[in-house]
């Protein structure tokens, strides 16, 4: 079942074209992980799926009442306030205590509820942020980041969990990262993501695929590899390459801005 399909999908935001021709499809169950560089519309993709942004171009379908968890990718939580971790989760919207018990739990944030949402570590923040995301049963969950400011073992131990959670709803998750490397053994599909859709499937194809190696570069320092490699690479050397190829410049978007 497609939950949500995008196509030809442009969007201007104050007049910058933060996508053009996108288009995405996302299936039931399916663990989907978009990679780009800062600035390349990962968040704008994300936020057209939920529907927080309309395409200037192009059409957006989403599966008739569609529910939605999204973890944003930045969130600012006011300091001053003290908040205890079961008071934010009934923001918007009040929830009950057994459901916010429960997403707590599937979130690994059971022992959290009482705990005030300032003094959390980042690791404890993020599940806290995954438990509100998973209160309305989503069908489809967009994470924006949410392994900021984790640590390798910590980000590693957080896409388990996302995994388990979409074991035991079945539902759908997209992943945004700058990290491809931890993220790559969860993933189903990699979308390569530069204005445009560069390149995308299986994360094995994606990360030897010279629109991924020319934005990403060949070493495991993801993003940090970005602006190391900046030369244009070649596409006669023999290779048998599968993948889709829509013209991209390969340029960094911010370099070029
Ligand atoms: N509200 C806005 N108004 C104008 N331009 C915007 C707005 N939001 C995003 N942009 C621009 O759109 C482009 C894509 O931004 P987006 O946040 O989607 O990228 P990203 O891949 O998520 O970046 P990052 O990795 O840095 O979070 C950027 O050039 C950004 O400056």
Redesign the pocket.
Known sequence: MTLVELKGVDVR????R??QGVDFAMQAGEIVTVV????????????TLIGAVKPTAGRVTRAPGLRIGYVP?KLQIDATLPMPVRRFLDLPNRVSSAAAQDALIQAGAGDLGNRPMTGLSGGQFQRVLLARALLNDPQLLIL??ATQGLDQPGAAAFYRRIEQVRQDTGCGILM?S?DLHVVMAASDRVIC?N?HVCCQGAPSHVASAPEYRALFGTGTQGALALYQHQHSHSHDGGHDHHHHHDGCSHTH??AA?
């Not at 935001?13 to 910058?16: D, F, I, Q, S």
């Not at 780009?36 to 994300?46: F, I």
């Open positions: 935001l104050a007049g910058h933060a996508l780009g560089p800062n600035g390349s519309g990962k968040s704008t993709l994300a936020r990718q924006d980041e945004v700058h993501l204005g978007p911010e801005e």
